[in-house]
């Protein structure tokens, strides 16, 4: 009982916290079991997020701050990885682990962020509800939205969703009450942690306030408002040290500079199906990412299959939110109905989607939760209130629905009807009706599902709604009676001079200290308030707005004095008296259990004839249903969703074996001065090996490294995949092993530069026979426009027979290379072998790779140009035997440096271009901050001082 009190009475943050982390444990823990305790999703989820984890807290943890040697080519860590974790609080949780239990802390570190996401939507939503079971069911609501489904591939979503219910309940403290700091904390976390969502948030928040303005929610104070603007400035800065390099080398980046193509795009889809798609992902839940189904059949460059398009509420759906629709369009607009409308069209119009996206024409949704957050609200709200018009909103979800289902599943029969021979097999399934969808069997079993909850939520509002508020109509009228009854024994024993204790001991109203049930105070102020005509009746606007208050008719009648209201926290609220106004505690809304009998009670804080009744059980056992329910929903779409995307994942033994612990399984010799390539690109074996590689998944690497690989006509978007033909490339990128996980030997037997080596659990392992260590030298030097006119399949050739420089520099590398025109050289796949040995020849006889640097010794039988295949970037600086050099670009993207004759001793190191620039910003802006809260403190407590002068003046007076 006492666990129960303090945790679901006083701590309802913390209730919703475990209720949530709780849920999304029971998601997890099969898919842990199965695999030995971590959690194994699909896709980006098991080759990026996992390795991404161990990779960056081993680096940190070996000092390895501000370059990565084993991501792609090598990467600028601060840029590379603020992106996806390097600035998250949850990411930082992990370095008090080894990277070895990295792996096992991402599911409860999901567990976590679902939780903070649950408790912060909750004292969102919370503040605009009278029953506290649908704030419960609205934080719900939001950590186990669609969206947050769908992204489980993507790790790093959930910590802004985590974050941003925060963002409003501090900016709401900020503008409402002049609360001041927590505001700019949020800000600074949100800016810490990921650049890409931060432009999305700052835009929403904005729009939020306006709206809220417009909706007459929220009164202009220039006061606050400065407050917002200083705040949300200092978090910036304050962040400055991840933003400042992130944004510089940032600068250049091709997809961070996408914009539209032309007008037409700005306002319409190319594609007619992404209307369909868009509206799907609000109503049906999410599809596995990469595998969609509906409106599958066609063209698939349509198919937006990474966006995050899910914005469904579990168990609702779209109902919660188009009932409050409808009903706020039979009276005035709010705030609220406004911001789900803009959201909405926001959504179907690309160029109004861009604006939390900084107007790039990439579509993607990932602005989403935001608008989940108050779609979660707009539910909530809908069932606390009496007035909701659920019959509109069930009837628009069965119409929209159907409307998007029918034609996809009625597809397959009008296809089969055309042509016969349309009927198409399915594994497991036999003949099928196989339409726009891709898969019938999973199509269906969602529309089923759809119904499953629309049928549930017609009896959650439709049959069980209406009881609960008979239940509370029957409670006004109770406490009417009981307020007449506890009169009248108080007046009686005042006549009898009786005290509290013996009234109590009578059966009058008890002694004991009560709470507060359906928001009906517990005292009044002292006064005379009419016994014989007392009736009290809960107003129904009080309960839609959430602020339940009492009116009491006036009466001739005699009544008792009563005394003055005790107040909790000197905070205090107005009962509303037709005649008089009385001062009485805040609603609460308590449900510690009661030891009377039956289902009423009477409550007594002290004092005389206070007794009144309640009805506590039915508004506690339908709120405890409707999130029962909702968290029953949720529960069963993620247990299916998780188990969908953990069929399509690597099997545990395989993925354990060849993947996650593959630095312990796969050993290979002679790695020191070299990389090795996992042929298609795009499974990060490098980054699992903590190994320099050549391919890569991942979506932001130097520009430079773009740049090399748009040369050759080869394009790099989110992976790095080198087609085998490139041959000669890879000898000039030290690339010494190529392995095969698809055993596609026919694709590289005939390759005459690689050489078979055998197998390493699921691989097959190529040596390249035509290997160059990294750091040699060229006898030859040709311009960058000589290089630009030859066809792209003799590019990588020429770069093995001749350094590329730009022309403006040819003149001066004519005096330690050969500059005759590139004809007169030999370039072809004929030519490889003995360029790559002139070039072997002349390598580094040692090398190591450093944190953040890399030393090689070279010895030099003329002072020449010594070539280094590592991208260039403005933060490295060479030194040869200590002595600073000057660094060249040459060969497109790479770096060489001038080495005099003999043996030496050339070092690269490397700071993030921008890190010492924004640390000395964090640093100034945290320091104005600081100021800037105790400055603040010292007035207010000034003021209450002032205060407390003036109240004590008056007293003296009255004296």
């Known amino acids: 009982m006492l666990l129960k009190k303090r945790f679901f009475g006083k701590h309802d943050g913390l209730t919703v916290f475990l209720l949530a982390a709780g849920l999304a444990l029971s998601v997890f823990l099969p898919v842990m079991i199965m695999t030995g305790g971590y959690q194994l999703f699909f896709g980006d989820f098991q080759l990026q997020q996992i390795p991404f984890y161990s990779e960056i807290n081993r680096a940190i943890h070996s000092g390895e701050f501000f370059w990565n040697w084993n991501t792609d080519m090598g990467v600028n860590t601060v840029s590379s990885y603020s992106f996806y974790l390097l600035g998250s609080p949850f990411f930082l949780i992990t370095l008090l682990f080894p990277h070895t239990w990295t792996v096992y802390l991402i599911a409860p570190l999901y567990c976590l962020k679902i939780g903070l996401a649950a408790m912060g939507a909750f004292f969102v939503i919370r503040k605009r509800v009278s029953n506290k079971y649908f704030a419960y069911t609205g934080g719900i609501l939001y950590a186990f939205s669609g969206f947050q489904m769908f992204n489980l591939v993507f790790n790093h979503f959930h910590d802004v969703v985590a974050i941003f219910p925060f963002v409003i309940l501090a900016f709401d403290a900020c503008v409402e009450e002049g609360k001041r700091g927590w505001f700019g904390i949020t800000v600074f976390l949100t800016a810490l942690y990921s650049y890409f969502f931060l432009p999305g948030v700052a835009a929403f928040v904005i729009i939020?306030?306006?709206?809220?303005?417009?909706?007459?929610?929220?009164?202009?104070?220039?006061?606050?408002?400065?407050?917002?603007?200083?705040?949300?400035?200092?978090?910036?800065?304050?962040?400055?040290?991840?933003?400042?390099?992130?944004?510089?080398?940032?600068?250049?980046?091709?997809?961070?500079?996408?914009?539209?193509?032309?007008?037409?795009?700005?306002?319409?889809?190319?594609?007619?199906?992404?209307?369909?798609?868009?509206?799907?992902g609000m109503i049906f839940p999410p599809e596995i990412p990469g595998d969609l189904n509906f409106f599958h059949r066609g063209s698939d460059s349509w198919i937006p299959n990474w966006t995050s398009t899910s914005a469904r509420l579990p168990l609702f759906s779209v109902t919660g939110v188009w009932a409050y629709?409808?009903?706020?369009?039979?009276?005035?607009?709010?705030?609220?109905?406004?911001?789900?409308?803009?959201?909405?069209?926001?959504?179907?119009?690309?160029?109004?989607?861009?604006?939390?996206?900084?107007?790039?024409?990439?579509?993607?949704?990932?602005?989403?939760?935001?608008?989940?957050?108050?779609?979660?609200?707009?539910?909530?709200?809908?069932?606390?209130?009496?007035?909701?018009?659920?019959?509109?909103?069930?009837?628009?979800?069965?119409?929209?629905?159907?409307?998007?289902?029918?034609?996809?599943?009625?597809?397959?029969?009008?296809?089969?009807?055309?042509?016969?021979?349309?009927?198409?097999?399915?594994?497991?399934i036999g003949d099928v009706f196989k339409g726009l969808e891709q898969y019938p069997d999973r199509f269906w079993l969602y529309v089923f599902f759809l119904a499953l909850?629309?049928?549930?939520?017609?009896?959650?509002?439709?049959?069980?709604?209406?009881?609960?508020?008979?239940?509370?109509?029957?409670?006004?009228?109770?406490?009417?009676?009981?307020?007449?009854?506890?009169a009248k024994k108080t007046e009686k024993a005042e006549a009898e001079g009786k005290n509290a204790a013996a009234l109590a001991a009578e059966g009058g109203a008890?002694?004991?200290?009560?709470?507060?049930?359906?928001?009906?105070?517990?005292?009044?102020?002292?006064?005379?308030?009419?016994?014989?005509?007392?009736?009290?009746?809960?107003?129904?606007?009080?309960?839609?707005?959430?602020?339940?208050?009492?009116?009491?008719?006036?009466?001739?009648?005699?009544?008792?004095?009563?005394?003055?209201?005790?107040?909790?926290?000197?905070?205090?609220?107005?009962?509303?008296?037709?005649?008089?106004?009385?001062?009485?505690?805040?609603?609460?809304?308590?449900?510690?259990?009661?030891?009377?009998?039956?289902?009423?009670?009477?409550f007594r804080r002290g004092g005389k004839g206070q007794g009144f009744i309640v009805r506590w059980s039915s508004k506690k056992r339908y709120g405890i249903a409707v999130l029962a329910l909702t968290c029953l929903f949720a529960f069963l779409a993620w247990t299916f969703y998780e188990q969908m995307g953990y069929s399509k994942a690597f099997s545990p033994d395989f993925y354990e074996k060849n993947y996650l612990y593959s630095y312990e399984n796969i050993k290979l010799e002679g790695m020191e001065n070299s990389r090795l390539e996992n042929y298609d690109g795009v499974r990060n074996l490098s980054i699992f090996m903590h190994t320099p590689g050549l391919s890569s998944f991942h979506s932001v690497v130097p520009t430079s490294t773009i740049d090399f690989y748009d040369s050759l006509g080869i394009k790099r978007d989110v992976a790095t995949a080198v087609p085998i033909e490139h041959g000669a490339l890879r000898s000039l990128l030290s690339v010494r092993y190529l392995l095969d996980d698809d055993k596609q030997r026919s694709l590289f037997e005939d390759r005459g530069w690689l050489t078979y080596v055998?197998?390493?659990?699921?691989?097959?392992?190529?040596?390249?026979?035509?290997?160059?260590?990294?750091?040699?030298?060229?006898?030859?030097?040709?311009?960058?426009?000589?290089?630009?006119?030859?066809?792209?399949?003799?590019?990588?050739?020429?770069?093995?027979?001749?350094?590329?420089?730009?022309?403006?520099?040819?003149?001066?590398?004519?005096?330690?290379?050969?500059?005759?025109?590139?004809?007169?050289?030999?370039?072809?796949?004929?030519?490889?072998?003995?360029?790559?040995?002139?070039?072997?020849?002349?390598?580094?006889?040692?090398?190591?790779?450093?944190?953040n640097s890399f030393t090689s010794v070279i010895d030099m039988e003329r002072e020449n140009y010594v070539f280094y295949s590592i991208p260039y970037d403005a933060g490295w600086t060479a030194y040869v035997d200590g002595v600073e050099a000057e660094i060249e670009r040459v060969n497109v993207s790479f770096m060489a440096v001038l080495v005099g004759e003999g043996e030496h001793t050339v070092e690269f190191k490397y700071v993030s271009p921008?890190?010492?620039?924004?640390?000395?910003?964090?640093?100034?802006?945290?320091?104005?901050?600081?100021?800037?809260?105790?400055?603040?403190?010292?007035?207010?407590?000034?003021?209450?001082?002032?205060?407390?002068?003036?109240?004590?003046?008056?007293?003296?007076?009255?004296l």
């Open 510 to 602: 008890p002694s004991d200290e009560g709470a507060v049930e359906d928001g009906l105070p517990s005292e009044t102020e002292g006064g005379k308030i009419p016994a014989a005509s007392l009736d009290l009746r809960l107003r129904n606007d009080a309960l839609t707005e959430g602020e339940p208050s009492l009116s009491l008719p006036p009466s001739s009648s005699a009544s008792p004095q009563t005394p003055p209201p005790s107040s909790e926290g000197g905070k205090t609220d107005a009962l509303q008296i037709e005649g008089g106004t009385s001062e009485a505690a805040p609603p609460r809304d308590d449900s510690a259990d009661s030891e009377a009998s039956g289902r009423r009670r009477f």
């Open 325 to 428: 629709l409808r009903t706020k369009k039979e009276k005035k607009r709010d705030w609220l109905s406004m911001l789900l409308v803009l959201c909405c069209v926001c959504s179907f119009v690309p160029l109004f989607n861009a604006v939390f996206l900084l107007f790039k024409s990439n579509y993607y949704t990932r602005w989403w939760y935001m608008a989940i957050l108050f779609m979660a609200m707009a539910t909530a709200i809908a069932l606390d209130r009496r007035d909701t018009n659920w019959k509109a909103g069930i009837k628009g979800t069965i119409i929209a629905s159907a409307a998007l289902a029918l034609p996809v599943g009625l597809s397959g029969v009008v296809w089969v009807l055309i042509n016969p021979a349309n009927l198409e097999k399915v594994d497991g």
């Open 453 to 486: 909850c629309i049928a549930m939520v017609i009896l959650v509002t439709r049959v069980m709604r209406p009881m609960y508020f008979r239940d509370l109509d029957s409670d006004a009228a109770g406490t009417s009676a009981a307020f007449e009854i506890g």
């Open 208 to 280: 939020y306030y306006i709206l809220r303005l417009i909706g007459k929610d929220l009164k202009f104070s220039l006061k606050n408002f400065g407050r917002v603007a200083l705040e949300s400035v200092l978090g910036v800065a304050a962040a400055a040290v991840i933003l400042v390099p992130t944004l510089v080398a940032l600068a250049d980046f091709p997809r961070a500079n996408e914009a539209f193509s032309n007008s037409y795009y700005m306002w319409f889809f190319s594609a007619t199906k992404r209307y369909f798609e868009i509206a799907r």
């Open 914 to 958: 921008g890190v010492v620039t924004g640390a000395k910003v964090s640093a100034a802006a945290a320091g104005v901050f600081i100021v800037y809260l105790a400055a603040d403190a010292l007035l207010s407590r000034r003021r209450r001082r002032r205060n407390g002068r003036e109240d004590a003046r008056v007293r003296v007076t009255a």
């Open 758 to 851: 055998g197998e390493i659990g699921a691989f097959d392992v190529w040596e390249n026979n035509q290997f160059i260590p990294m750091g040699f030298c060229y006898d030859n030097a040709i311009p960058r426009s000589d290089y630009d006119a030859l066809n792209n399949e003799s590019k990588s050739h020429i770069m093995l027979a001749a350094m590329v420089v730009d022309d403006d520099r040819i003149d001066y590398f004519s005096r330690f290379m050969n500059t005759a025109p590139f004809y007169t050289l030999q370039y072809s796949e004929l030519s490889h072998a003995a360029n790559a040995e002139k070039r072997r020849a002349t390598a580094s006889k040692s090398w190591e790779f450093g944190k």
